[in-house]
């Protein structure tokens, strides 16, 4: 699809509200009190088992295909000209071997270790290189091009500083060693893991609402629709209204995940697609700080 279908969007706001709200006044104020506490009930046992089962979804099917998509592209790269490259940047040159440096860098937290003698060694202030080769180390890690894929680039903005730092150090070390399937496993955890579980939850969680929904709305079938009269009807669709915004939120939360992951790879589901509709575009903005 394509931003052609922005269309699609509102068709399905309106569906949503359609077929809520008429069940809502043809089923009655019983069984719309039942279908929106089944609703939240949903919701709910839903909440509680996204971040578990997408946890298990991930290790299953994901962890290992990333560490080998990441391995593949480690192969050519070389960590140790880029980690020299911007120490030399900062006027840092160490005359010392690719080992050493991997070590300096396992230990670059570390008091009295083999950072704080070399710098001894060489004349420099121990707590510059530490912080010089601290941000060579961060530079070469996540200004790599073609290292991680750009949807995953969010997550080192959000990365606090020192554990960004122990993560990169752990991963320069791993690849100043060549050991690239250990540099691999550390890339996974630190940014692709944290940029791939949050969407992972949301589907998770929306997939299990909607199917415990349905076994739910099996029970509402033996509720008495009550008395065919208009405040019935009334409140019937007054509570199948509050069902409809559930449901828009989810689906507004479903795609907003998929927008921020799929750096236009699916035109349809861009800002740009979003921003072309009438109604969608509406709850998406009013949903923002929500999502």
């Not at 089923?27 to 088992?49: D, E, Q």
């Not at 008091?111 to 060694?121: F, K, S, V």
């Not at 509570?239 to 699916?266: D, E, F, H, R």
């Amino acid at each position: 699809m394509s931003e052609a279908q922005w269309w699609l969007y509102d068709l399905v706001v309106l569906a949503v509200a359609v077929l809520c709200i008429w069940n809502g006044v043809s089923g009655g104020i019983f069984r719309a009190v039942g279908g929106l506490a089944g609703t939240v009930v949903s919701c709910l046992a839903a909440a509680l088992i996204a971040a578990p089962v997408s946890e298990m979804v991930y290790d299953a099917f994901f962890q290992t295909r990333c560490q080998s998509l990441i391995v593949s592209n480690l192969e050519q790269i070389d960590m140790t000209e880029d980690v020299r490259n911007s120490l030399g940047q900062y006027g840092v040159y160490l005359p010392v071997s690719d080992e050493e440096i991997a070590q300096m860098i396992q230990s670059i937290n570390e008091e009295d270790g083999l950072l704080d003698q070399t710098a001894a060694l060489l004349g420099l202030d121990a707590e510059q290189l530490r912080s010089r080769l601290g941000e060579a180390v961060i530079d070469a890690v996540e200004t790599q091009p073609g290292l991680l894929p750009e949807w995953a680039e969010e997550t080192l903005s959000q990365s606090d500083k020192s554990t960004a730092l122990d993560a990169a150090a752990d991963i320069a070390a791993a690849l100043f060693s060549n050991d690239y399937y250990e540099a691999a496993a550390g890339l996974e955890q630190t940014y692709l893991r944290p940029a791939i579980l949050p969407v992972l939850k949301v589907l998770v969680f929306a997939l299990s609402a909607f199917v415990i929904s349905l076994l739910l709305r099996a029970v509402l079938l033996v509720l008495p629709s009550g008395r065919n009269n208009l405040l019935n009807q009334l409140l019937g669709g007054a509570l199948g209204l509050v069902k409809t915004g559930i449901y828009l939120y989810l689906i507004v939360l479903m795609v907003s995940c998929i927008a921020s992951m799929q750096n236009g790879a699916y035109p349809f589901f861009s800002e740009g697609t979003i921003e072309r509709t009438w109604i969608f575009r509406i709850l998406y903005d009013a949903f923002e700080g929500m999502r």
